[in-house]
Nanobody
Framework: QVQLVESGGGLVQAGGSLRLSCAAS????????MAWFRQAPGKEREFVAA????????YYADSVKGRFTASRDNAKNTVYLQMNTLKPEDTAVYSC????????????????????WGQGTQVTVSS
């Protein structure tokens, strides 16, 4: 198990940028696939991006591809989400998630694949 704490959310104008961070506890961070999900009011939680545990392969939802970049720093036990060219439809609570040694393009996109979740951080994009 890992404990996850997100930070970096806030209010930004459309077209602006934010960088989210997710700090993880424990000494086995490098063995976890890390992901970002978001949930807007009245909507289901949706996949945003993921970084795999051994190769560092990144995966993105089509809606954020080319605008968002996920990365990880195993020395700092932290995963990041750099969000550029933000749009009002990006407004949501963003949460990070972790799963021990998970592989697969399909699995990393599923909410049910993850058993460790942070509390979330609010991102609001004004038009």
């Amino acid at each position: 198990q890992v404990q996850l704490v997100e930070s970096g959310g806030g209010l930004v104008q459309a077209g602006g940028s934010l960088r989210l961070s997710c700090a993880a506890s424990g000494r086995t961070f490098s063995t976890y696939t890390m992901a970002w999900f978001r949930q807007a009011p009245g909507k289901e939680r949706e996949f945003v991006a993921a970084v795999s545990w051994s190769t560092g392969t990144t995966y993105y939802a089509d809606s954020v591809k080319g605008r968002f970049t996920a990365s990880r720093d195993n020395a700092k036990n932290t995963v990041y989400l750099q969000m550029n060219t933000l749009k009002p439809e990006d407004t949501a609570v963003y949460s990070c998630a972790a799963k021990f040694k998970m592989w697969g393009t399909v699995l990393v996109r599923r909410t049910t694949s993850y058993d460790n979740w942070g509390q979330g951080t609010q991102v609001t994009v004004s038009s």
